[in-house]
């Protein structure tokens, strides 16, 4: 089983990028996908989780800025963020679940990261 975090990069306060999460996972539809992140010195953090239906839920720090979806033909999951802001800054994970939980101790399996730089 494979997570493969993508899309990360640098970017100014204020702008917007995409990250993809690819999974090789046999019946991708049945679990739920979340978006973690860590910054330096800092623990890992819930982002957003998108269950097998489509729901979605956010942290508050980023509610309104991000936007998670899902691929089930690709096998992908995507977390679009605009208005970034220089503490979004952080190495961003993907993980996989059966259930749609907010708390990392519970996902199974995890992408490798993708690091997002926001400028000020």
């Known amino acids: 089983v494979q997570l493969q975090a993508s899309g990360g990069g640098l970017v100014q306060a204020g702008g917007s990028l995409r990250l993809s999460c690819r999974a090789s996972?046999?019946?991708?539809?049945?679990?739920?996908i979340a978006w973690f992140r860590q910054a330096p010195g800092k623990e890992r953090e819930f982002v957003a989780v998108i269950n097998q239906s489509g729901g979605d839920r956010y942290a508050g720090s980023v509610k309104g800025r991000f936007t998670i979806s899902r691929d089930n033909v690709k096998n992908t999951v995507y977390l679009q963020m605009s208005s970034l802001k220089p503490e979004d800054t952080a190495v961003y994970y993907c993980?996989?679940?059966?259930?749609?939980?907010?708390?990392?101790?519970?996902?199974?399996?995890w992408g490798q990261g993708t690091q997002l730089t926001v400028s000020s």
């Open positions: 993980a996989a679940n059966s259930i749609a939980v907010t708390t990392s101790r519970h996902y199974d399996y």
């Open positions: 996972l046999a019946f991708f539809n049945k679990y739920a």
